[in-house]
């Protein structure tokens, strides 16, 4: 049972917002540093946002900083990724993923499509 559940993707126009969810189950959530990465179509993975255990401490990507935000609830085991000003060049499928402390990424959500486009 040990699962993450990305939701909240969808068509959105550029300059538009959206805010990505991704539900934990199966593990301690609070004690996992989490991060989002992306995959445009054609390309490889992409990091996107790294955030630690207690929500204090948050990391982005140079092409997403200022416009997306990482949080999280840890009484909800919710990760979260608000995503403000989108461009096209943001369009891919958003994962969201649990670090272990070895710092390999060892639990996948399926991931949600974001596509944004007028």
């Known amino acids: 049972q040990v699962q993450l559940v990305e939701s909240g993707g969808g068509l959105v126009q550029p300059g538009g917002s959206l805010r990505l969810s991704c539900a934990a189950s199966g593990f301690t959530f609070s004690s996992y540093w989490m991060n989002w990465v992306r995959q445009a179509p054609g390309k490889g993975l992409e990091w996107v946002s790294d955030?630690?255990?207690?929500?204090?401490?948050?990391y982005y990507a140079d092409s997403v900083k200022g416009r997306f935000t990482i949080s999280r609830d840890n009484a909800k085991n919710t990760l979260y990724l608000q995503m403000n000003s989108l461009k096209p060049e943001d369009t891919a499928v958003y994962y969201c993923a649990k670090i272990a402390s070895t710092w390999e990424l060892d639990l996948w959500g399926q991931g949600t499509q974001v596509t944004v486009s007028s």
């Open positions: 955030i630690n255990s207690g929500g204090g401490t948050t």
